[in-house]
């Protein structure tokens, strides 16, 4: 978390004297006005690294303190979420959108899971990744929750992690609908949110509880 000194929305870089910012771009999807606004203030404040990132965002890094407010002006662009205890960011690939291969409209649900979910206060860094078709370019099964688009409907898992100790989500639900998707999603981060540690993330979450004990859980509406 950064300390009540540093600039907010501002990630402190290993000189200890600049700072990143990742603004937000739900589902990787950015606008023409998006990159205008982003060669501008890069131009301006002669930022000198564009990184994008593995959750389909642009991270500007190397800027001063001092400009960091009038950056996030200039941008006008809503600041995504890097250190804090919630929602990052929601990932998904084209889907049936554009990709030949989809079967599902991966990136309207990703869209919606985000909105619902963006400001849930949760026990850690949570992402979700939604892929279209079974090839699962979202890489579902490696993010706290995810979620891929088949021909008969949606499977959700639960527990996914690709940090250092990796883990492959479990299936929790298979063949469900796009409203039963935001449904169990609730249900899962509600039942998370009560019974997680803090920075204590789901693939943990998971291994300490058990697989079986937190499918009956959230079965139950909990």
Known sequence: MTSESEPKGAILQRDKKTYAIVPRIPVGLAKLENFKEIARVVEKY???IIKITSGHRLALVGMKGEVVNDVWRDLKMEEGKATELCLHYVQACPGDAVCRFGVQDSLGLGIEIEEFFLNMTLPAKVKI????????????????????GKRRGWTVVFGGNSGRRPRIGDIIAENISREEVIELCKRSLEFYAENGKKKE???RFIERIGIEEFKKAISNGV
């Open 46 to 48: 002669n930022i000198p």
């Open 129 to 148: 990744g939604v892929s279209g078709c079974p090839f699962c370019c979202g890489e579902s099964f490696v993010r706290d929750i995810g979620v891929i």
């Open 201 to 203: 993330r789901t693939a």
